[in-house]
Nanobody, 122 residues
Framework: QVQLVESGGGLVQAGGSLRLSCAAS????????MGWLRQAPGKEREFVAA????????YYADSVKGRFTISRNNAGNTVALQMNSLKPEDTAVYYC???????????????WGQGTQVTVSS
C-alpha cells in the first residue's frame, strides 16, 4: 500500500521561499515517477511538477516554471519541491503524488498524500 506523507508547508510572505518534502513508503520507490499537485480554495486540483523514476527528467506547469524545482532522493525515498519567489496565487494545499509508471503524465498520478497547506501573504 502506497503511503505519501508531506511536510514543510506554512505561511510565507510574497517573494519568499518554502521547501516541501514527501516521504514515500509501501513499494519500491525508485521505480516510479513522483509529482506535486495543488488545489486552491474553490478550484480544481492542478499539476505543479513531476520527476521521472531516476530523476533525469523534470516537468513543470507554466505557472511555476523558473520558480519551483522538484528533486528526488531515491536512497532516502523522498521527493522535494523547492519553491522560490512565491506569489499569493501559489496559495493552496500541496499534494505529493505518485504513478504506476517510470514517467507519468499529470492525469496518471493516482496516489496522493494528505496534503500540506501553503499560504503566501501579499
Amino acid at each position: 500500500q502506497v503511503q505519501l506523507v508531506e511536510s514543510g508547508g506554512g505561511l510565507v510572505q510574497a517573494g519568499g521561499s518554502l521547501r516541501l518534502s514527501c516521504a514515500a513508503s509501501g513499494r519500491t520507490f525508485d521505480r516510479y515517477a513522483m509529482g506535486w499537485l495543488r488545489q486552491a480554495p474553490g478550484k480544481e486540483r492542478e499539476f505543479v511538477a513531476a520527476i521521472n523514476w531516476n530523476g533525469d527528467r523534470t516537468y513543470y506547469a507554466d505557472s511555476v516554471k523558473g520558480r519551483f524545482t522538484i528533486s528526488r532522493n531515491n536512497a532516502g525515498n523522498t521527493v522535494a519541491l523547492q519553491m522560490n519567489s512565491l506569489k499569493p496565487e501559489d496559495t493552496a494545499v500541496y499534494y505529493c503524488a505518485t504513478a504506476d509508471y517510470q514517467t507519468a503524465a499529470p492525469q496518471e498520478f493516482v496516489y496522493w498524500g494528505q496534503g500540506t497547506q501553503v499560504t503566501v501573504s501579499s
